[in-house]
């Protein structure tokens, strides 16, 4: 699992876990068992004690038909209980292909400055990306795929 500390003091981090007891799980399911596992129940959901969770399916990355979703979980500001979208398209293929049966954001950035996370074979950096700020997704998409 790919965990990025969005907290730590020199900026967002990265570091691997291992799967340990999420070994066997995707998607839907490990964004639920990250979050009840590791985010207090009593924690405010916008605080830094929640997480994000990014899970391609089990079966993403292979060539099984449909098998391609993503799910990205947390604890819900609204419900305050634990919450999951589903999306297709080529992120869970591309997240599974490189290895990782899940990212977890977790932390709370200390500055105003917004990161990009460039995953790839070579590993992941981060960078501050101020100039993608309060871009609109089209401009957003256009900018980021001129640079990648």
Known sequence: MLRIDVGADSGPEASI?????????????????VISQ?????????????????????MAGTA????????????????GGIKEANAGGQAGQV?????????????????????KIFIS????KIAVANELKGLMNYDLADKVKSEY
């Open 17 to 33: 876990s291992d799967l340990g007891d999420y070994a066997g799980m995707g998607g839907r399911g490990m964004t639920s068992m």
């Open 38 to 58: 590791e985010v207090p129940a009593d924690c405010h959901p916008l605080g830094p004690e929640n997480k994000l969770v990014i899970a391609p399916g089990l």
């Open 64 to 79: 099984a038909s449909t098998s391609g979703r993503i799910s990205i979980g947390c604890k819900s500001p609204l419900t």
């Open 95 to 115: 997240l599974a292909r490189l290895g990782y049966a899940a990212m977890i954001l977790e932390g709370q950035p200390k500055g105003d400055d917004t990161y």
């Open 121 to 124: 074979k070579e590993g992941v």
